[in-house]
């Protein structure tokens, strides 16, 4: 009977795997690179329509192959020219903290809520770090993001 079971989580998990990955915008989702220190990971940025006309959006984080426990500081730095280039003109614009298990993983959660001048139609640059307590900075492409 324990056998059965297992060839239907087996059978269930290839389909999904056949149907594919659902996979976001490329141009809203971002390896994180090792700057200093070691560790990998991604960076998801989905603009919602939440707050109808102006900036709303979800970034998920994740992390690993980093040091077990460490808390990495997650910011975000914006650039008003979307021309590809983030010059972070903004600087480092706090997202919040993401600590990483004893295996060196972890991820988090974060909603940013703007106002003007994130109205509906505009883009704009963005890039996203992670620095941890121990020293090490992961950092993503730069991204141009548009306001659902």
């Known amino acids: 009977m324990r056998r059965i079971a297992l060839l239907g989580v087996a059978t269930a998990i290839a389909a999904l795997v056949a149907a594919g990955v659902a996979q976001a915008d490329p141009g809203l989702h971002s390896t994180l690179t090792t700057i200093t220190g070691q560790g990998t990971g991604h960076v998801l940025v989905a603009p919602t329509a939440e707050d109808q006309g102006t900036f709303a959006v979800q970034v998920t984080v994740n992390i690993h192959g980093a040091a077990p426990n460490t808390t990495f500081a997650v910011a975000r ?13 903004t600087g480092w614009l706090p997202l919040g903290d993401l600590t990483t298990s004893p295996g060196g993983a972890g991820a988090a959660h974060f909603e940013v809520h703007r106002g003007a001048p994130f109205l509906s139609g ?3 640059d963005a890039v996203f770090r992670a620095v ?3 020293g090490t900075e992961l950092r993503s ?4 993001v548009t306001v659902k």
Do not use: I
């Open 77 to 89: 730095a914006v650039d008003l020219n979307p021309d590809g280039v983030c010059t972070m003109a």
């Open 141 to 144: 492409e730069c991204l141009t």
């Open 132 to 134: 941890g307590s121990d």
């Open 122 to 124: 505009v883009r704009f």
